[in-house]
């Protein structure tokens, strides 16, 4: 192994990379994970059935090479989706702590050091990941909060990136390999915390994640089915949506007035310029929505207009 000495090596997390016709972004992301000021104890690479020529050469060349700061192995399946994958190397790991990466995102640094610190100093922790840094067609920095089970149920407050404790993993059953659609790492985030009432997810407040972003990306599809898989989750996730029937329905509201208030100052801003406002403004102007906000905001900018 060719391993830096300034290198530590945390025995305690093995990392579990899941790809599939990613081509020289594999490189990318294990590269990140070589680089770290910690390091995991192996690597394994769930190939999740690739095609193109260049990702399995790729792979095979990394399989084959030598001079690996961490022991490297991969595992080669049938296409079952990501939650197959991910499920597949967990499944082979031996450690007490398992990182999660997609094979086309990168790792900053210090996030095993940090994120690995603070899961061994949270015991009530089952999971932890950070902030997180976008690249691609946006640049970003996002911001996920973490928390218990009340906080997950109106929205994934997790990135799909993080350190798992493989003992809750093994408690919940895993990833569900049937949600082939997207917000697998939602559904499974509530299914850990379902495992005890004390147990939350915790975030490193610095963006130690790169996460890249395409427009054909799987997440960006995702949200076009939002509505049917967010029906999905609350069927499967009942007992905790009843018992948190309050904060799931408030969390949304929270989201939904921010999102209309940030909408309002634009058309504000943009009647105070002169600017012609969109179609789609117009009509919500002529035709408010009732019983969400909509209507007030909608009587606010009327009420700037006539000031004008």
């Not at 946006?138 to 906080?151: F, M, Q, V, Y």
């Not at 407050?157 to 798992?164: F, G, S």
Request: one cysteine or more; aromatic letters at 6%; a negative charge.
């Amino acid at each position: 192994m060719n391993r830096k000495k300034s290198q530590a090596a945390a025995e305690d997390i093995e990392a579990v990379v899941t790809s599939f016709n990613q081509g020289a972004m594999i490189l990318e992301a294990v590269h990140s994970i070589q680089e770290q000021t910690v390091l995991p104890a192996r690597i394994c690479i769930v190939d999740d059935g690739s095609t193109d020529e260049t990702s399995l050469r790729l792979l095979k060349e990394l399989e084959e090479e030598e001079k690996m700061a961490v022991p490297l192995i991969v595992l080669r399946q049938p296409n079952g989706g990501v939650s197959a994958a991910r499920n597949t190397g967990i499944r082979a790991a031996k450690s007490p702590m398992v990182l999660v990466l997609d094979g086309d995102d990168r790792l900053e640094s210090t996030f095993i050091e940090e994120v690995g610190s603070l899961l061994r100093e949270t015991p009530e922790l089952i999971a932890a990941s950070s902030w997180m840094r976008t690249f691609g067609v946006l640049k970003a920095e996002i911001r996920p909060c973490g928390g218990d089970i009340a906080h997950f149920l109106s929205r994934n407050c997790c990135p799909a990136t993080h350190i798992l404790r493989r003992r809750a993993w093994e408690q919940c059953g895993g990833y569900d390999e049937s949600m082939r659609s997207g917000f697998e790492d939602w559904d499974f985030f509530l299914s850990m915390l379902e495992t005890s009432p004390d147990v939350s997810i915790g975030i490193v407040e610095k963006p130690l994640i790169e996460y890249r972003t395409a427009p054909a990306s799987s997440n960006v599809r995702s949200m076009t089915k939002r509505l049917d898989l967010m029906r999905f989750l609350i069927e499967k996730h009942k007992k905790a949506y009843l018992e948190h029937v309050a904060d799931a329905v408030l969390g949304v509201e929270a989201v939904s007035m921010s999102r209309l208030y940030g909408w309002e100052n634009e058309i504000l801003r943009g009647m105070e310029r002169g600017r012609e406002v969109s179609r789609e403004s117009v009509d919500f102007l002529e035709h408010p929505s009732y019983g969400d906000g909509g209507m007030a905001a909608a009587v606010r900018i009327a009420s700037a207009k006539k000031r004008e």
